[in-house]
Structures are given as C-alpha cells and as structure tokens.
T-cell receptor, first 111, second 115 residues
Framework: DGGITQSPKYLFRKEGQNVTLSCEQN?????MYWYRQDPGQGLRLIYY???????QKGDIAEGYSVSREKKESFPLTVTSAQKNPTAFYLC??????????FGSGTRLTVV | KQEVTQIPAALSVPEGENLVLNCSFT??????LQWFRQDPGKGLTSLLL?????REQTSGRLNASLDKSSGRSTLYIAASQPGDSATYLC??????????????FGKGTKLSVKP
C-alpha cells in the first residue's frame, strides 16, 4: 500500500547533538513537507520541497536542515542550534494542487 | 495573512448525536480546503478535500461544506460514535503550488463522544 513512513517513532536527543528524522513516501508525490506540532500551538511549517534538489524554508526553519536528493525521501535534521526541539514532528506529501497525506509522526524529546 | 480559526476548541456530546464542527478563514481566495482527524499521539488522517469550485463533499457519515464567500466550512458528523473521539483539524491551501500551496491549519476541535 502507498503511504508515508516516518522513523523512528520516538527519538531522544542529548544537549548539543544533531539528530535526523526520516521520511519516505511511495506515493510518487512531487511535494513534501515537514511540520512541527506543539500543544496549543497547532501545526507549524518547518521546510517544504516541491521538486528534487530544491527546498524552501517555512515559518520556523531556524535550527533545522533538510535535503531532497530523491523524490521519495525528505529527511529532517534537528541541529544543536534548535534550542527547544522537544515536539511532535510530522512529514507530509502531496501531488500538485491536491490533498496532503501525512505520516504517523516522530516524537522527539531532549534528555 | 490567511488565518484559520476553529470553534469550539473542545466539544463533548452523547453518543448518537449529530454534530457540526466549524472552520473559518480570513481570505476567501482559497484553492482548496481539507479536513483531517488526529488521534492522540498519531499522525493526521485526511477525511475530506473540497476544491474551491465545490460546495460539499461526503464520505460515509461525514459531510463537509464550503462557503468561500463567507469564509466558512463546516464538518457534519451524523450519528456520532465513541470511535469518532479525536481532534479534527481544518486546513486551507491558497494556490496550486509555490509558497501559496502550503496548507494553513486551524488549531483544531477536540471532540469527545460519550457512550
């Protein structure tokens, strides 16, 4: 079945450490997105990519980085520059102009 | 700047009741609108997608309507069940692609259906 796979489901980060969240889709969608969800804040866009080898900053890109080397993959790195990384991270994809499909999310906690 | 508002933030109803969730947006020039469901600790599940040229979409017990001129959408749930308990999110897309193609979300309505 087609869908979006996010891994890991839970991730723990030590202070000063970079961590990478994986997002893979087999829907043949052009566009992919990363959102951050905090209690009471709703979903906020971190980065998005509409084609391979191109990506754009969203509303809260500071402290994060991405790559889009393959159509199927859009990994997100949470760097040590992100001072408050504890959150629920959601990856999504969509064909142009159509609805979004979301993954099951990764919960990141700083320890 | 487009803003999406969902009222109420939380709703509790007895099982079997028909209910309406509301979504409003400030700029009527949207491309489409999508309703999602989110269970605790889970990702978002798409429920219905309404293109700007459409007035409503239906799926089973769910019906979503869109009134662009008034900047409103409603999600109607018929004969609610405890399994419908979740947070329901509304999101609008302003354009086909580019930065305007990104979804803008409301903060959701948390629904609890009591047996």
């Amino acid at each position: 079945d087609g869908g979006i796979t996010q891994s890991p489901k839970y991730l723990f980060r030590k202070e000063g450490q970079n961590v990478t969240l994986s997002c893979e889709q087999n829907l043949n969608h052009d566009a992919m997105y990363w959102y951050r969800q905090d209690p009471g804040q709703g979903l906020r866009l971190i980065y998005y990519s509409q084609i391979v080898n191109d990506f754009q900053k969203g509303d809260i890109a500071e402290g994060y980085s991405v790559s889009r080397e393959k159509k199927e993959s859009f990994p997100l790195t949470v760097t040590s520059a992100q001072k408050n990384p504890t959150a629920f991270y959601l990856c999504a994809s969509s064909p142009r102009g159509r609805g979004y499909t979301f993954g099951s999310g990764t919960r990141l906690t700083v320890v | 700047k487009q803003e999406v508002t969902q009222i109420p933030a939380a709703l509790s109803v007895p099982e079997g009741e028909n209910l309406v969730l509301n979504c409003s947006f400030t700029d009527s020039a949207i491309y489409n609108l999508q309703w999602f469901r989110q269970d605790p600790g889970k990702g978002l599940t798409s429920l219905l997608l309404i293109q700007s040229s459409q007035r409503e979409q239906t799926s089973g017990r769910l019906n979503a309507s869109l009134d662009k001129s008034s900047g409103r959408s409603t999600l109607y749930i018929a004969a609610s069940q405890p399994g419908d308990s979740a947070t329901y999110l509304c999101a609008v897309r302003l354009d086909y692609g580019g930065s305007q193609g990104n979804l803008i979300f409301g903060k959701g309505t948390k629904l609890s259906v009591k047996p």
